[in-house]
Antibody, heavy 112, light 113 residues
């Protein structure tokens, strides 16, 4: 059974940083494309970044966020710098280009 | 960017009746190389993460009830729930994974009439 567990969310001031983690099990992590998708409170889904060998980013986070992975730990990361209030959202990690599995999400709140 | 537009934004359907959600993409998501539509549908219930229902526009994920079906090609797609059950109350999203940035529709809220 595939399991994804996000952690690392919390309250941070504008301009601050956070690193999210997504621990995985039940899949061959090193062979799996991984992505982050976020959802602002009461809003829809927004793709953030993908690591599929090469990394790709949504325009609003490019240059501020970095997606990375540690295949030895089966873990995906999202380093978020220069955070803005509009980055407030639940952040989900997902698998493959079809996002066939999702974690429960971790809430990031950017507020002064 | 490919813009995904769903209609309607919400709908109320009686139990056992059909629910139909439309999704239109601003550009084709049909690949000429493999003749596949890079279009998926997700269901999100309150307080839960989204759940994949359908990919490649019409392929149901294993374990998804067969009352859920997807159709369409190119730029116009439909998710149909043939006999609405109480547990189908949720928000439904379409999603194109044809190109970056990957984009989602705004969501359609399905309720019981």
């Amino acid at each position: 059974e595939v399991q994804l567990v996000e952690s690392g969310g919390g309250l941070v001031k504008p301009g601050g940083s956070l690193r999210l983690s997504c621990a995985t099990s039940g899949l061959i992590f090193s062979n799996t494309w991984m992505s982050w998708v976020r959802q602002a409170p009461g809003k829809g889904l927004e793709w953030v970044a993908t690591d599929g060998g090469t990394t790709e980013y949504a325009a609003p986070v490019k240059g501020r966020f970095t997606i990375s992975r540690d295949d030895s730990k089966n873990t995906l990361y999202l380093q978020m710098n220069s955070l803005k209030t509009e980055d407030t959202a639940v952040y989900y990690c997902t698998t493959n280009n079809i996002a066939d599995y999702w974690g429960q999400g971790t809430l990031v709140t950017v507020s002064s | 960017d490919i813009v995904m537009t769903q209609s309607p934004d919400s709908l109320a359907v009686s139990l056992g009746e059909r629910a139909t959600i439309n999704c239109k993409s601003s550009q084709s998501v049909l690949s000429n190389s493999n003749n596949k539509n890079y279009l998926a549908w997700y269901q999100q219930k309150p307080g839960q993460p989204p759940k994949l229902l359908i990919h490649w526009a019409s392929t149901r994920k294993s374990g998804v009830p067969d009352r859920f079906s997807g159709s369409g090609s190119g730029t116009d797609f439909t998710l149909t729930i043939t006999s609405l059950q109480a547990e189908d109350v949720a928000v439904y999203y379409c999603h194109q994974y044809y190109t970056t940035p990957r984009t989602f529709g705004q969501g359609t809220k399905v309720e019981i009439k």
